[in-house]
């Protein structure tokens, strides 16, 4: 039997590639405990911290941050505003080289009670005698907060099948002439004159945004132009029906305003007059889970986004475009139709104006930018405009700070979330997408290079 030589020796350990491990390879492989002999405890570790870095990448990479991030900027951007508008600030300031804590103090105590005085008076009263009375304030902006959840879902969901409903005030207004008319023209049980008077605050929605559906499906007219002139076109309409005696105009009144909501239209209250929520939160609620279903779960809500996000590629697949533009503006004015219904059923119930809308249209653009066009997004963004409405009344009485605060404070939060990028450069969060290079990786790096 012959001894092998050298030369026909092969190495006992050799790559699945077919070359021989080199010194550098071995140490790599040997500094790499789970590629030889991986305990389970060691395993189950990995697996854990594995996990805990997804869900730090899902938060930073998600638009909830964002959004979150946007709202601070937005408080703290108002606050310098707040700090350079006030006297005692501007007087301290004057000797700030001298008593610079001075300044700060004044800041501190301007922006700091406004804050202070916004969240008392929004969210909970803390100098109040009872919980009953601390919450007071709370329950008060969930009611500021409804009507801008129902149309807020109303503008989400055309922004999900890739239209501009910017027509919600005139939705509204039609809306609440419809649901108007039918709470004082009528007598009946609460149990059918409530829901009659909701359902003509939605059929009055949707036939208004319905006419955009078909003018823009049947001729291809841009619907932003289409709803804004309609809103417009809504408003002198409201104000002749109120100024025309036998429509809409009160028996006896020169004023153009409506008669007022028979009572047994009007929502009930859930817990009693003092907290302000009534029956139309139930129904807000009811809205979102209806389009979170409608949008996330059915057939239809499938093809509303589809069209939204390829709509040559919907065209392939057999859907017809226009059907469902005109269903996506059609179901977007009922629920800013809603509303409408609300304004007169539990806001304004002595007889309504043609500032019934009270902005409420053009606020629920921002609240369905800021709830991502999402069902339960647009929840909550409502309940934070609505905290942010009526707390402005408060910082305002407290600290006579200006009330139009509220709407700088909107509209801050409005740019910030239409620049993510800006948000993340200011807070230093990476990009979505964007590799950091570990220890790791550049010790390969070099490895390779010196190969």
């Not at 007598?187 to 003018?215: N, R, S, Y």
């Not at 304004?343 to 709830?371: E, K, M, N, Y």
Request: charged share 15%.
């Amino acid at each position: 039997m012959s001894t092998p030589t050298p030369e026909n020796t092969q190495p006992e350990t050799q790559p699945e590639s077919g070359a021989p491990l080199t010194d550098d390879r071995l140490q790599d492989v040997e500094s790499t405990p789970h590629l030889m002999t991986d305990s389970a405890d060691d395993t189950e570790r990995r697996n854990g911290d594995d996990r805990w870095h997804a869900a730090l990448q899902g938060i930073l990479n998600g638009s909830a941050l964002v959004t979150v991030l946007a709202v601070v900027l937005a408080l703290v951007a108002c606050g310098i505003l707040i700090a350079i508008t006030d006297e005692n600030v501007r007087a301290a300031a004057g000797y700030f080289f001298a008593r610079p804590v001075d300044t700060f103090r004044a800041v501190g105590t301007a922006v700091g009670g406004s804050y202070a005085s916004l969240f008392e008076g929004s969210v909970i009263n803390f100098g109040a005698t009872s919980f009953q009375q601390a919450i007071v304030p709370l329950t008060r902006s969930v009611d500021y907060a409804v009507p801008l959840i129902a149309a807020g879902l109303g503008i989400a969901l055309s922004f999900r099948a890739g239209l501009f409903n910017i027509g919600g005030q005139g939705q509204i207004l039609i809306g609440a002439a419809a649901a108007g008319w039918v709470g004082f023209s009528f007598d009946g049980p609460a149990f059918l004159h409530i829901p009659l008077t909701i359902i003509a605050g939605i059929v009055g929605g949707a036939v208004w945004a319905g006419i955009v559906g078909v003018l823009k499906a049947r001729t291809g007219a841009n619907e932003v132009v289409l709803t804004i002139m309609l809103n417009y076109v809504a408003l002198y309409l409201v104000s002749y029906l109120l100024r025309t005696p036998g429509l809409l105009q009160a028996p006896g009144s020169t004023n153009p305003i409506s008669p007022a909501t028979k009572d047994s239209a009007l929502l009930p209250s859930l817990f009693g007059p003092r907290y302000g929520i009534d029956l139309g939160f139930i129904v807000a609620i009811l809205a979102v889970v209806v389009v979170w279903w409608l949008v996330n779960k059915s057939s239809l809500g499938f093809r509303f986004r589809t069209i939204g996000e390829n709509p040559r590629a919907a065209r392939v697949a057999g859907m017809s475009v226009p059907t469902l533009t005109i269903w996506v503006l059609v179901i977007s004015g009922a629920l800013v139709g809603i509303a409408g219904a609300y304004q007169v059923q539990g806001a304004v119930t002595t007889g309504f104006t043609s500032g019934i809308d009270a902005g409420i249209g053009f606020d629920a653009i921002t609240v369905a930018l800021l709830g991502r066009s999402k069902p339960w997004g647009v929840f909550w963004a409502a309940i934070l405009f609505g905290v942010l409405k009526n707390g402005g009344y408060a910082m305002q009485a407290a600290n006579g700070i200006p009330i139009d605060i509220v709407g700088v404070i909107q509209a801050l939060i409005v740019l910030f979330i239409a620049a993510p990028p800006l948000v993340r450069a200011i807070f230093r969060i990476p990009q979505p997408g964007a590799r950091k290079r570990t220890g790791t990786n550049k010790k390969s790096s070099k490895k390779a290079v010196a190969a």
